[in-house]
Nanobody, 119 residues
């Protein structure tokens, strides 16, 4: 099982980044996916989530209207489009997969990708 994030980097305030998370080794299409982030000295927090079908999404209040989560089940990839980035968005961003499969709750984390918003 692998979740491999990419797309992080250094961006100026007001800029945009698109994170990608490519999944392998599990039945991606039945998993709810989400992006979380963790800033230095802070707890990991949920940023955005998307249901297995892609029909339902939710966002933390601080990113609503700026971030968009989407998924491509055929390509086994989940995305996070981040616009109008702010200093406070600086964090390591993690991809997360969760589902009931074969009678058990299964959860997987990616290794994270750094996003730094700075002028």
């Amino acid at each position: 099982v692998q979740l491999v994030e990419s797309g992080g980097g250094l961006v100026q305030p007001g800029g945009s980044l698109r994170l990608s998370c490519v999944a392998s080794g599990f039945t991606f299409r039945i998993y709810d996916m989400s992006w979380h982030r963790q800033a230095p000295g802070k707890e990991r927090e949920l940023v955005a989530a998307i249901s297995s079908t892609g029909l339902n999404t939710n966002y933390r209040d601080s990113v609503k209207g700026r971030f968009t989560i989407s998924r491509d089940n055929a390509g086994q990839t989940v995305y996070l489009q981040m616009n109008s980035l702010k200093h406070e968005d600086t964090a390591v961003y993690y991809c997360y997969a969760t589902a009931w499969e074969y009678g058990n709750r299964r959860n997987y984390w990616g290794q994270g990708t750094q996003v730094t918003v700075s002028s």
